[in-house]
């Protein structure tokens, strides 16, 4: 139900002045402190260009600004050389500017406990979306563990739908899917893996790796939850 109401609500969105209050919106269905939405490069540049979308203190956004964290901030270069999502515990702290980063970030109200999610897009595109929470880490690990699969679907839908509304990004056009393929998304969207996919639909896992690959293609999608965001903003999954 969170997953379909948060869909809804970026779907609804047509406007960047909207992105804010959507991300609040956001924090509160799933029960974490502060959201934010950071471009890290568009289709035209191969180089950092970021925007940003967040709902993080004033005051932070102006010291990481001022002090351009961008070129420090460890959850930016896992966003690049990754895809899977990141938990901030498991980001390497031993450099001190590492770790004092994540101390000043505390200081105004940010974390200690996070996810990050890489977004990559089929133009180039490089993207995170991060979410930070106040709980403990045993409360957080099991507030993780009910909200991972939602907010990864949610990062790429997010990144489909600013780049849109901020003009960034090109016109999305895909070929129809199958009934499997879809299937197949829709089922990876709910948060089976492989294995249950292939129960629920009694088919082999080989055919449900094949089936996505297929949907991806189709969609122009690098990732299966990539292809799970594009096939819902086109309308051709139903979530």
Not at 83 to 105: G, H
Not at 137 to 150: E, K, M, T, V
Request: proline share 4%; glycine share 4%.
């Amino acid at each position: 139900m969170r997953l379909h109401l948060s869909l809804e609500d970026i779907r609804d969105t047509k406007h960047r002045g909207e992105i804010e209050s959507l991300l609040r919106v956001t924090c509160a269905r799933y029960d974490v402190s502060h959201a934010t939405f950071l471009a890290l490069r568009s289709k035209s540049s191969s180089k950092h260009d970021p925007f940003y979308f967040t709902t993080y203190p004033k005051a932070w956004v102006d010291t990481y600004v001022a002090r351009n964290f961008f070129e420090l901030d460890p959850l930016i270069a896992v966003s690049l050389a990754g895809l899977l999502p990141v938990d901030w515990e498991s980001v390497d702290r031993t450099d001190r500017k590492v770790s004092l980063f994540f101390e000043e970030a505390l200081s105004h109200g940010i974390g200690p406990n996070g996810l990050t999610f890489p977004i990559r897009g089929p133009y180039g595109e490089r993207a995170f979306f991060s979410v930070s929470s106040h709980l403990t880490q045993p409360d957080w690990a099991d507030l993780r563990a009910l909200i991972i699969n939602d907010l990864h679907v949610l990062s790429y839908y997010l990144h489909e739908t600013i780049l849109g509304v901020t003009g960034l990004r090109p016109v999305v056009r895909s070929k129809a899917l199958s009934r499997r393929e879809k299937q197949c998304l829709e089922l990876l969207a709910a948060g089976q893996i492989h294995k249950q996919i292939a129960a629920s639909l009694e088919i082999s896992e080989s055919s449900v790796r094949l089936y996505l690959r297929t949907a991806r293609h189709k969609l122009g999608a690098l990732t299966s939850h990539h292809a799970v965001a594009r096939a819902t903003i086109l309308d051709l999954i139903n979530i």
